[in-house]
């Protein structure tokens, strides 16, 4: 599988964008997803994540209440919609892709990765 990310850009603090990802292959439903970010000087760190189905979902814990992640199968594209943003939202994300079904908030689970989308929070 392959991933394209997209969707990031500047909004202002409060605002409201919606990350995609799509995925190339055939294997996209049998791939659980997950979203990473990394800001400037920082590590990259995990955001959400989604299993095959959409069954379970997981969020890190400063974007509970504020992200929703989700998927269309047959689309095959996982997306991240992200409300409330903050300034230390602004980060670079990026979307992967493991060969499991069940979800994992560990980046060394993922196989497959994204070029990323750069979001920018403005205060």
């Known amino acids: 599988v392959q991933l394209q990310a997209f969707g990031g850009g500047l909004v202002q603090a409060g605002g409201s964008l919606r990350l995609s990802c799509a995925a190339s292959?055939?294997?996209?439903?049998?791939?659980?997803m997950g979203w990473f970010r990394q800001a400037p000087g920082k590590e990259r760190e995990f955001v959400s994540a989604?299993?095959?189905?959409?069954?379970?979902?997981q969020y890190t814990d400063s974007v509970k209440g504020r992200f929703t992640i989700s998927r269309d199968n047959a689309e095959n594209t996982v997306y991240l919609r992200m409300s409330s943003l903050k300034p230390e939202d602004t980060a670079v994300y990026y979307c992967?892709?493991?060969?499991?079904?069940?979800?994992?908030?560990?980046?060394?689970?993922?196989?497959?990765w994204g070029q990323g989308t750069l979001v920018t929070v403005s205060s």
């Open positions: 992967a892709a493991r060969s499991y079904y069940t979800n994992s908030y560990v980046a060394d689970d993922y196989h497959t």
């Open positions: 292959g055939r294997s996209f439903s049998r791939n659980a």
């Open positions: 989604i299993s095959w189905n959409g069954g379970s979902t």
